[in-house]
């Protein structure tokens, strides 16, 4: 009898697969971990509730993830071998949704977002006040970050043994910015405890441009981290970048007289894009500001040259500080200015 089709012979046998299910399964009940540092695709993570003798966790992220980025910072669920012995690797199955997101651009006509880090409430932003010279630009820049992801700015001066810190002090005041000072001593670091006790209990990121000394107050704050310290090149006053990669580091009760808390230190930059902010999000973190500016017209820029800024009409009611708005505008024109 002959077949209807007389091709279906010689058709290839078809491999029988599982059917597909929009079932996915359940990691509720999966560990949770922060992910410590990331190297070329390993992930080190620190298992939540465990104490920092307990050994780091490496995993690598699960194929279902995707592109789904994974930053240091990140609070993971991860499934598999979580002994942390040698040679064990676990796998990472679930990002779990960020409080604060810090972003950066290269530069300010990069369309392009980079995630520094997540789930930090404190940025701290460090600056020496010589060798290299301070760059109040680019601390407003930082400052800018800060207010858009949410996250309390904390100013830390470095080398107040070799410049003045009131300029820079000034400067912050109308903003209502803490900032602490530090300088260094025969011994080491000095006029460490305000900073201390900062940070105690809080996730703190540090970030500042090379050669500020980021790297020397991560040691002596978390004596044994061993990160690495350069100096300043003589010839451009600018630092070389010592730390590559963002590291996230436990603070001990003795740091923080038992209230805990993280230190996420970050490589070195020169520059700090933020093509991502606009206005508004730098607004938002000055109740007072935001409150008189709803009298704005739609558009407006809240610039000095803006003919009918309601933070004008503010000042000359005497309802905000006119030192207040011109503190608030500074910040503002330096995400539009390259010069620092």
């Not at 000034?170 to 000095?190: I, K, Q």
């Not at 201390?196 to 978390?222: C, Q």
């Amino acid at each position: 009898m002959r077949q209807d089709d007389e091709h279906a012979g010689f058709d290839r046998p078809r491999r029988r697969t599982r059917p597909r299910t929009k079932d996915r399964p359940s990691y509720d009940d999966a560990p949770v971990a922060r992910v410590v540092t990331i190297d070329r695709g390993r992930y080190t993570l620190r298992l939540l509730d465990t104490t920092p003798e307990e050994p780091l966790v490496t995993a690598m992220k699960s194929r279902p993830l995707g592109r789904q980025g994974v930053v240091v910072g990140d609070e993971v669920r991860v499934v598999g071998d979580v002994s942390g012995d040698t040679g064990t690797l676990a796998r990472i199955v679930e990002v779990l949704p960020r409080r604060t997101v810090l972003r950066r651009t290269a530069d300010d006509d990069d369309p392009i977002e980079r995630v520094v880090v997540a789930n930090a409430d404190q940025l701290v932003v460090v600056t020496a006040l010589a060798d290299p010279p301070p760059r109040p630009g680019l601390i407003d820049r930082c400052l800018v970050a800060a207010f858009e992801a949410g996250m309390e700015p904390l100013v830390c001066l470095t080398k107040s043994d070799l410049g003045p810190a009131d300029p820079i002090l000034d400067l912050l005041r109308p903003l209502d910015v803490r900032a602490v000072v530090t300088r260094r001593g025969a011994d080491g670091l000095e006029n460490l405890d305000e900073l201390r006790e900062a940070i105690a209990g809080r996730v703190s990121v540090f970030i500042g441009h090379s050669g500020v000394g980021k790297s020397t107050l991560v040691n002596a704050l978390v004596p044994g981290t061993g990160r690495a310290v350069s100096h300043v090149n003589e010839v451009t006053g600018r630092g070389r970048h010592t730390s590559t990669s963002a590291l996230a580091i436990e603070l001990d009760d003795d740091t923080t007289g038992g209230r805990g808390g993280w230190i996420i230190d970050t490589p070195g930059f020169r520059s700090f894009g933020l093509a991502h902010v606009e206005v508004d999000d730098v607004l938002r973190a000055f109740p007072d500001l935001d409150d008189a500016s709803r009298d704005c017209p739609r558009g407006c820029t809240h610039a000095a040259t803006e003919p009918e800024c309601a933070l004008d009409l503010a000042v000359a009611a005497g309802t905000v500080p006119a030192a207040r708005v011109e503190s608030f505008r500074r910040i503002v024109a330096a995400k539009d200015t390259t010069s620092w």
